[in-house]
């Protein structure tokens, strides 16, 4: 299956998987810090939100390293689309296009209402897949393989719901 | 060392864009059993990291010689509650906290709704924890959930 962006072809997941664990390396060995995004969200929140939780000491002292690498982050899917074929704007969005088929400004609901979970259950988690599927599980911390366990089965549970009863589609 | 983390997010976003990891179709692929890819890739990077997380531990130094400080993450009932909730925003969205910043540097649009939300949706965790904090057993407000 390629790519949504441009139809490239994907990395080999084992190359991929490879790349990811030199990256979460180096931020350890380079810079003694654990791989972790979600906390961003609250570096970026603690920038206009008064409330003592974004005053705490991980959130300020994060932002000088989390708010660069999340900036990386952007220009890497950047540079991604640009040397990949170009970078243009686009809506599309792959079988959700084909299933639901919904335009643009349903697409911004049904992504602010996702982003809203996202947001909300990473901080209430204490991490995300970086922090807790991969570091966590790598550093052997048992509330990360709790926590894996609960947003793999509940993001199985909502796509089976959405694509096989909600919006079921043929080959899909 | 803000150039490192830097260049770090560069090549971390530039493989989850390419590895289907940033795709909303790779992940309900994942989700609903038809395409191993974030499979393999999730595995692969835990195989890899733990040993080399290990070795590091080991050795008790970054490369410059820090004294390794790294705190592990607390047990509480938002472990459970909190990643159900992001396992829902995960399969909603397409998109994990990381994969949301490179959407947005790809130019999808739909990204930017999605980060929107995800910040309102953080802020609002900030804003009631106090209020959590007893029913989740969430540990003391200067600590936090966890940093990751």
């Not at chain 2, 540097?105 to 904090?133: N, T």
Request: proline share 6%; charged share 10%; with cysteine.
């Amino acid at each position: 299956m390629p790519l949504i962006l441009h139809d490239l072809p994907p990395l080999h997941w084992a190359l991929a998987g490879l790349g990811i664990a030199g990256v979460t390396l180096a931020l350890l060995f380079l810079a003694n810090r654990r791989l972790g995004i979600s906390t961003g969200f609250e570096d970026v929140c603690s920038l206009v939100l008064p409330f003592p939780y974004f005053k705490r000491g991980a959130v300020v002292s994060g932002r000088e390293w989390r708010l660069p690498l999340l900036a990386g982050l952007v220009l890497g899917g950047f540079l991604s689309a640009a040397l990949g074929g170009g970078w243009q704007p686009t809506w599309a969005l792959g079988v959700f296009d084909q299933a639901i088929g919904w335009g643009p400004a349903a697409k911004v609901a049904w992504m602010f209402v996702g982003g809203l979970f996202i947001g909300f259950g990473t901080r209430l988690a204490g991490g995300c897949t970086s922090g807790h599927g991969i570091f966590g599980l790598a550093n052997l911390e048992l509330p990360s393989l709790v926590t894996t366990i609960s947003f793999l089965g509940a993001g199985i549970v909502t796509s089976q719901i959405v694509y096989r009863v909600l919006f079921p589609m043929v080959g899909l | 060392m803000t150039r490192i983390y830097l260049i770090l997010g560069i090549v971390f976003g530039f493989i989850l864009s390419r590895s289907g990891a940033a795709d909303y179709d790779f992940i309900q692929g994942m989700f609903l059993f038809t395409e191993f890819q974030l499979y393999g890739i999730i595995a692969v990077a835990v195989l890899v990291t733990a040993p080399g997380i290990w070795l590091i531990k080991r050795r008790g130094h970054t490369i410059f010689g820090q004294r390794l400080a790294i705190e592990t993450k607390p047990f509480h009932r938002g472990n459970v509650a909190g990643g159900i909730l992001f396992g829902i925003g995960w399969s909603i969205a397409g998109m994990c906290p990381g994969p949301m910043l490179v959407n947005i540097g790809e130019g999808k649009l739909y990204a930017i709704a999605a980060l929107a939300g995800a910040l309102v949706g953080a802020g609002l965790l900030g804003s009631l924890y106090p209020a959590l904090q007893r029913p989740f057993a969430l540990p003391p407000l200067k600590l936090g959930t966890g940093e990751g």
